[in-house]
C-alpha cells in the first residue's frame, strides 16, 4: 500500500453520516499511531470543526484548493490527539478549483509524508479524479431506499471512471423496514466495509465537540469505527485482515494453532 | 407590491443547510396537507442531482418531469398529476448530471405555471445556487434538527434573506428534548430566527419512507402529521397575508 493512502468519503444524500464517519475513522487512524490527516471539502456547510472542538479556524481547504496557502500555512493540529486537520471555511459559494489548482493540489498531498489523508466531501456528485485522486472512494448509506439509492448511483459513476470504492452502512437499527445488508449488497457490486450502529452516543459527542473514539471507546459507533481503522490499515483485505477479538477470537487462535 | 398582484400561486422553497434534515419528507408531506384541505398544489423537486420525491412517493412511471421540459420546453405535459395525493408533481428521474441548465428558461416556465395553482413547493437542495429562485419564491422555509452542524450557518443564510426581503420560516426537525439536542431558545437566540413550527422524531416517518406513501396519508394521527397540519395551518394564513 502506497502512502499516503488517501480516503475520499462521499455520499450524494446528505445527513447520513460522512463528516460523523470521516472523524472518527482519522481520530482511530491517529490513536493507532498512524501520521494522519484530515480534509473538510465541504465547502458550503463545513463541520469538521464542530465535531473536534475547532470552529474558530479561519484558513482552510479552499485557500489550500485555491493556491492561496500551502498545506502547512492551513494545517491545524487536534491537541487531545495530535491529528492534523485542514478545517473548512464558511463560505455561500462552492468553489470549484481549476484543473492547474487541482493538480497541485494533488501533487502537495501525493508528496506530503502522511500516511493516511482522509477527505470528508459535501453531498452531492463529485467526479473521481476532482481535487485528487483518492485510493479509494468510501460511499456512506443508511439502511433506507432513499440514500441506497443514491449511494448505488454513485458507484455506478465510479464504476465509469475506474475508481475504487467501498459502502459502509451507517445508523444500523435492525428495525423490520430497514433495508437489511444483504438486500443492499444485491444491488451492490464492491464491499461493504463498515457497519455503524445506531448509537445515542454519536449526538452526544457531537454536541460536546469530542469525536466518540475519544469520548466513549466503548460505544458500539466507536467499535465499529475502529474496526474500520483496523481494516483500513490492515490493507483493506477483510479475509486475512479481520481479527476476531475477545474471548471467541482467543479460542479460534488457540485452536488455529 | 406590482409583483405581488401579477402572481397567485404562494411559492415555498423547502430547504436547508445541512443534508438529511428532512427537506424531503417536509415538501412531499406539507404540500400532501395543502391538497387534503383542499388546495391546489405542485410539487416540484428541485434536487436534480440526488432527486427524491418520486421515490418517497412510490412513482417510477413518467417521472421525467424536469428532463422532459428540458428537451421540449413544453410544462403542461411535464407535470403528472398523482391520484393518491391529489398533487401535481414535476419530478426528476434521474439525476440530472450532465444537463446544462437553462435557468431562465425554468424560471419563466415556472412563472407561466403559478396561475394555474394556489401553492406551489419546491424541494430545493443546498447544494444548488438558490439566486435563481429567490425572483420567483414567496416564502423559503428552512429545516433543521436541533444539533450544531445543521444550525450552525443558519445567520449566514438568514442574513442574505433578509437582504433580499424574502420571508423565511424555521422548521424543526426530528425533535426528541433529549439532554444534548439544543433546544429552542438557544437556536433562537444564536440565529435570530422564529421557528416556525417543530416536527418530532416520528417512528411511522420512516416506516413510510420504504412504502411510499405520506405520512400524513398514511398516520393522519400520528405526531409527525399532526405537527404538518399544523404547518400547513400557518403557511395558509401567510398565503393571505
Known amino acids: 500500500m502506497r502512502t499516503p493512502y488517501i480516503i475520499r468519503i462521499g455520499a450524494q444524500k446528505g445527513g447520513v453520516g460522512k463528516t460523523t464517519i470521516a472523524v472518527n475513522l482519522a481520530v482511530a487512524l491517529k490513536l493507532m499511531g498512524y501520521n494522519t490527516l484530515l480534509i473538510d471539502a465541504d465547502s458550503t456547510n463545513p463541520s469538521i470543526g464542530f465535531h473536534l472542538g475547532m470552529e474558530n479556524a479561519n484558513m482552510g481547504t479552499r485557500a489550500f484548493a485555491t493556491g492561496k496557502a500551502r498545506i502547512k500555512d492551513v494545517v491545524h493540529v487536534h491537541a487531545p490527539t495530535g491529528l492534523h486537520v485542514i478545517p473548512g471555511v464558511v463560505s455561500d459559494k462552492p468553489y470549484v478549483p481549476t484543473a492547474e489548482q487541482s493538480r497541485r493540489f494533488s501533487k502537495e498531498l501525493r508528496d506530503s509524508n502522511y500516511q493516511f489523508i482522509i477527505i470528508d466531501t459535501q453531498p452531492g456528485y463529485m467526479k473521481a479524479d476532482s481535487m485528487t485522486r483518492a485510493d479509494l472512494h468510501l460511499i456512506v448509506t443508511m439502511p433506507n431506499m432513499e440514500s441506497c439509492a443514491s449511494a448505488l448511483r454513485l458507484a455506478a459513476e465510479f464504476d465509469r471512471e475506474g475508481a475504487k470504492h467501498s459502502i459502509g452502512v451507517n445508523r444500523i437499527r435492525n428495525r423490520a423496514y430497514e433495508l437489511s445488508l444483504s438486500e443492499i449488497l444485491e444491488g451492490y457490486s464492491g464491499k461493504v466495509i463498515g457497519e455503524f450502529p445506531e448509537d445515542e452516543s454519536v449526538p452526544i459527542s457531537i454536541a460536546e465537540h469530542i469525536p466518540s473514539v475519544l469520548l466513549n471507546r466503548r460505544a458500539r459507533f466507536s467499535k465499529s469505527a475502529m474496526r474500520l481503522a483496523e481494516r483500513i490499515a490492515i490493507g483493506l483485505e477483510p479475509e486475512q485482515g479481520r481479527k476476531t477479538g475477545g474471548f471467541f477470537g482467543w479460542l479460534l487462535r488457540l485452536f488455529q494453532r | ?241
Open chain 2, 1 to 241: 407590491m406590482n409583483r405581488e398582484k401579477k402572481r397567485k400561486a404562494y411559492c415555498i422553497a423547502v430547504t436547508s443547510l445541512k443534508g438529511g434534515v428532512g427537506k424531503t419528507t417536509i415538501s412531499v408531506n406539507l404540500a400532501s396537507a395543502l391538497s387534503t384541505i383542499g388546495h391546489k398544489v405542485l410539487l416540484v423537486d428541485g434536487s436534480i442531482y440526488n432527486p427524491g420525491i418520486a421515490l418517497a412517493l412510490g412513482i417510477e412511471d413518467n417521472a421525467e418531469g424536469l428532463r422532459k421540459i428540458m428537451k421540449e420546453g413544453n410544462l403542461k405535459e411535464s407535470v403528472i398529476s398523482d391520484k393518491r395525493t391529489g398533487l401535481d408533481l414535476l419530478l426528476v428521474d434521474k439525476p440530472m448530471l450532465t444537463v446544462k441548465i437553462a435557468k431562465p428558461n425554468i424560471v419563466r416556465l415556472l412563472d407561466k405555471v403559478k396561475d394555474s395553482y394556489e401553492f406551489v413547493i419546491i424541494d430545493v437542495p443546498h447544494n444548488i445556487p438558490m439566486d435563481m429562485l429567490f425572483r420567483f419564491i414567496d416564502e423559503i422555509m428552512i429545516t433543521a434538527t436541533p444539533d450544531m452542524p445543521a444550525v450552525a450557518h443558519l445567520p449566514k443564510l438568514y442574513s442574505i434573506l433578509r437582504r433580499k426581503r424574502i420571508r423565511s420560516g424555521l422548521i424543526m426537525n426530528a425533535v426528541e428534548r433529549r439532554g444534548y439536542d439544543l433546544d429552542y431558545n438557544t437556536i433562537r437566540e444564536s440565529t435570530g430566527i422564529d421557528p416556525l413550527g417543530e416536527l418530532p422524531r416520528d417512528e411511522n416517518v420512516y416506516r413510510c419512507a420504504m412504502d411510499g406513501t405520506p405520512v400524513v396519508l398514511k398516520y393522519r394521527n400520528s405526531p409527525f402529521s399532526v405537527g404538518i397540519y399544523r404547518i400547513a395551518k400557518a403557511v395558509e394564513r401567510r398565503q393571505k397575508i
